[in-house]
């Protein structure tokens, strides 16, 4: 494992990875409280995978539960790089891609599995999946579990596991719910947190800047920004799924090679925008939180909060896909006016001190020296298209002269109306003349 670690430029371990390696090695119990981005997958994986030996035996040995689809791959991915040398198999088991191939990838004898609750049990209960023989069992950010809900999805899990087994927890935060999980399926856990007691709740490694910006001006502001001076691989998250495509369209009319990652898109392309963030084909990720915790690359230099994150949380989970392993990064939050409460409620959870956002607009000189954009950068790589002069002059005459005649028409029909009705008029009083003549010659 040292050598395909090694042949991916991997040599030494974040912190979390020297505390927990050990203590997992002797079969110990852990709960992992430790940032995102710093190594807990293999602070649980490379333990897991020498406890099940260079040639272990076909079948479900060890069960990893991650709360997303795209943290399942990214999972899946780490282990099999480290397990390269070895005869292990690893299937990542998620919804939204067909059952067929990853249920031959359990009947092919996978050893590891790495999967999302939902598709879990599901296989579980159509009898393609057995974790009954399971002997490590590791469940990754239990507080996103929390918050999607799927907590008892996991404990379902766990009666389906045996009893003894080796149970790891690894959460960036330990919410009350997670710790009861972690007391009724764990065994004498031993609780392993991996901060730096010098460093604010906030990663001292990231630069945080915090603006009330206008809506309508936000998209201006990004685009300078994306051409600050340093810039590399960008994640900018939305609030909603419309807002994410919305964005798309406009940055790649601006110009800026965009990628999105939301709930309305198919797993395949899901999965194609994540390849080619990853490979550097477009280097802007437009997301919704689903991606928060599933984004494991490590030279993204800024993310950008489009709109603020529900809760400090968030916060930090969007935050942490920058500045990983031990590289500096940047996070722009925009606030909008409306918004300013929540900002309070995060600035004061996170210890920020950062009370009052500043007033910012795309032509604001701070933006400019804050993020180190050069004087005069505009929000647009190429202008939008326009239609041709000539064709544009051609049609607007054609278009005015048509109305004007339409005009006409219509003045002309209603002259000739209203003069139809006055011949109508006058040939109705000749007409009661000559009666009125008729009668005045019969009474003589």
């Keep these: 494992m040292v050598e395909a670690l090694h042949a991916e430029g991997i040599e030494t371990p974040f912190p979390i990875q020297e505390q927990t390696i050990p203590v997992a090695l002797s079969g110990q119990d852990i709960i992992g409280q430790a940032r995102t981005g710093t190594g807990k997958t293999l602070g649980f994986g490379l333990p897991l995978l020498q406890k099940l030996g260079t040639s272990p035996e076909p079948g479900v040995k060890a069960l990893i539960v991650v709360p997303t689809r795209e943290l399942a791959i990214q999972v899946a991915d780490d282990l099999v790089v480290a397990s390269k040398n070895r005869d292990t198999a690893v299937a990542a088991i998620y919804g939204g891609k067909a059952y067929e191939g990853q249920i031959e990838q359990i009947e092919a004898g996978a050893q590891v599995v790495v999967g999302t609750p939902g598709r879990l049990l599901d296989l579980i209960q159509q009898r393609k999946l057995t974790i009954s023989n399971v002997e490590v069992m590791v469940l990754d950010e239990a507080d996103k579990m929390l918050d999607l809900g799927f907590l008892p999805d996991v404990e379902r899990l766990f009666s389906y596991t045996p009893e003894k087994r080796h149970t790891m927890l690894f959460s960036a935060t330990m919410p009350g719910p997670v710790l009861t999980l972690a007391r009724r399926f764990m065994s004498k856990p031993l609780h392993i947190r991996a901060h730096d007691p010098e460093e604010t709740i906030a990663q001292a490694n990231i630069k945080h800047f915090v603006y009330r910006a206008h809506q309508l001006d936000k998209d201006e502001v990004i685009g300078r920004i994306l051409q600050a001076e340093g810039r590399g691989r960008t994640i900018i998250f939305t609030r909603t799924k419309r807002g994410a495509s919305r964005l798309v369209e406009e940055l790649t009319d601006r110009g800026f090679p965009a990628a999105a990652v939301h709930g309305d898109l198919s797993q395949d392309a899901r999965e194609r925008a994540m390849v080619a963030f990853k490979e550097g084909k477009k280097d802007i990720l437009i997301a919704t939180d689903v991606a928060a915790r599933g984004v494991d690359v490590d030279d993204v230099t800024h993310v950008i909060n489009h709109t603020i994150p529900e809760d400090e949380k968030t916060y930090l989970h969007r935050v942490g896909r920058t500045g990983r392993a031990g590289k500096t990064g940047i996070a722009v939050t925009f606030v909008d006016w409306d918004d300013l ?23 604001s000189e701070h933006l400019f020296t804050d993020l180190n954009i050069p004087p005069g950068t505009k929000g647009r790589l190429k202008s939008t298209p326009t239609p041709r002069p000539e064709k544009r002059a051609g049609n607007g005459p054609r278009r005015s002269g048509s109305n004007r005649s339409s005009g006409s028409n219509k003045g002309s029909g209603s002259r000739q109306q209203s003069s139809g009705g006055a011949e109508r008029s006058s040939g109705g009083s000749q007409r009661t003349r000559q009666r009125r003549r008729r009668r005045s010659g019969e009474g003589q």
Aim: aromatic share 8%.
């Design 341 to 363: 409460h929540k900002w309070a409620l995060i600035n004061r959870a996170l210890e920020m001190g950062i009370d009052e956002p500043q007033e910012t607009y795309s032509s």
